[in-house]
């Protein structure tokens, strides 16, 4: 049974590195992985997608180890305003999304 | 492009009574789908469609229905609401790569009250 597991909350600090990892076990070749954000009254909004090795975009870096069991999101340089609730999804076939529980990130000054 | 709308923003119920939640998308999306996120907890899945005319359920399917006349509209309906539907509900839309989802856009969401 697919499981996507990741941890509950974290804390930090303005301007450092952050990085969340996820556990998904039982993935294929051409499932991918993802992260959302979301903020309080809001709904989940995209951050970073990819498949295998790294992708980065302008807001964070996605690392995903050759055995793709795991994933780790990180977000360099936090402020304030990264904080937020991370979800760890991964995407498989016939339309199926497995999303961990997320992760509340708290940013402190 | 105003993406993925939801109506109403909140609602309150009494127990038995219903009402459907609506929820359009202006991106031509094939996928559709309703979650529901209950205080501090994550997204569970209710229905979802893959396109017009094709709708199947998802985790917590009881006590909704659904359907898909149209690509850009899903309207969730609460068939006889009760305490145990109180919580946030979010629609969000995404294009089909065969048969995976891309990338999926959300609503801002309903937050129903059921008395």
């Known amino acids: 049974l697919a499981k996507t597991t990741q941890p509950i909350s974290m804390d930090s600090y303005e301007g450092q590195e952050v990085n969340i990892t996820c556990s998904h076990n039982n993935i294929a070749t051409n499932d991918y992985i993802t992260w959302y954000q979301q903020f309080p009254s809001q709904g989940p909004r995209f951050i970073i997608q990819?498949?295998?090795?790294?992708v980065t975009n302008e807001v964070a870096s996605l690392f995903i180890p050759a055995d793709r069991k795991s994933s780790t999101l990180s977000l360099p340089r936090v402020s304030l305003s990264d904080t937020a609730v991370y979800y760890c999804?991964?995407?498989?076939?016939?339309?199926?999304?497995?999303w961990g529980a997320g992760t509340k990130l708290i940013i402190k000054p | 492009n105003a993406g993925v709308t939801q109506t109403p923003k909140f609602q309150v119920l009494k127990t038995g009574q219903s009402m459907t939640l609506q929820c359009a998308q202006d991106?031509?999306?094939?996928?559709m789908s309703w979650y529901r996120q209950d205080p501090g907890m994550g997204l569970r899945l209710i229905h979802y469609s893959v396109g017009a005319g094709i709708t199947d359920q998802g985790e917590v399917p009881n006590g909704y229905n659904v359907s898909r006349s149209t690509t850009e509209d899903f309207p969730l309906r609460l068939l006889s609401a009760a305490p145990s539907q109180t919580s946030v509900y979010f629609c969000?839309?995404?294009?089909?790569?065969?048969?995976?989802?891309?990338?999926?856009?959300f609503g801002p969401g309903t937050r129903l009250l059921v008395l």
């Open positions: 969000a839309s995404s294009y089909a790569s065969g048969t995976y989802q891309e990338t999926q856009y």
């Open positions: 999804l991964v995407g498989y076939s016939n339309y199926q999304l497995i």
């Open positions: 991106m031509n999306h094939e996928y």
């Open positions: 990819g498949y295998k090795t790294k």
